[in-house]
């Protein structure tokens, strides 16, 4: 049963037709233009998750050669200097506001990897799926898991910050003789 469209019912379809084509290429000549940004982009996000995994691997390594379970593995020495993350941020403080920008950028890079981590996997309990989170087609009770999540993150963090970078976290740039 197929309907026939009445002359300007149909210009305007052919319209919608050649203005969805003009869409199409020009999204796939944009695509084509920043595919080289968006390798940068990927390569420099990648190395600072490696950054970011080393330093927490370096600081608690540190803690558990150097510590035991009787001073709960807190450290009064850091012997192994070399974490990148501690490093960078400890020596951008000889630029005021360098650091804080890199450390709100850090905080932001974390929360933005963790809301999309979300949005990919959806929402679970064990095996089993209870939400999907889809823009525009998020029910209330998902948006609510979800900030929740998003604060137990948020919390995570803090605590994430004292093992990435513990003489920033604690000290800054302070040093006592």
């Known amino acids: 049963m197929s ?37 940068v982009d990927t390569t420099a996000f990648s190395l600072l998750s490696l950054a970011f995994m080393t330093s927490v691997t370096v600081t608690l390594v540190d803690k558990y050669v150097h510590s035991n379970y009787t001073l709960g593995y807190v450290l009064t020495t850091i012997h192994y200097e070399y974490s990148p993350i501690n ?20 905080v932001f890079y974390i929360a933005s990897c963790t809301v999309n981590g979300i949005r990919r ?30 604060s137990y993150a948020m919390v995570a963090l803090n605590q994430l910050m004292l093992v990435a970078m513990p003489t920033y976290s604690t000290y800054g740039s302070q040093h006592y003789m």
Do not use: H
């Not at 019912?9 to 052919?14: A, E, G, I, T």
């Not at 999907?132 to 979800?146: D, F, H, K, N, S």
């Open 3 to 39: 309907r026939v469209l009445s002359g300007s019912r149909q210009r305007s379809f052919v319209k919608i037709k050649i203005i969805n084509k003009m869409t199409c290429n020009w999204e796939k000549m944009v695509n084509k233009l920043l595919t080289p940004v968006l390798c």
């Open 87 to 106: 490093y960078i941020l400890t020596y951008s403080q000889r630029v005021f506001p360098l650091d804080y920008v890199l450390v709100l950028l850090l």
């Open 121 to 150: 996997i959806g929402i679970w309990f064990l095996w089993i799926k209870m939400f999907e989170v889809v823009p525009g087609r998020t029910m209330p009770q998902a948006l609510l898991l979800l900030s929740a999540f998003f």
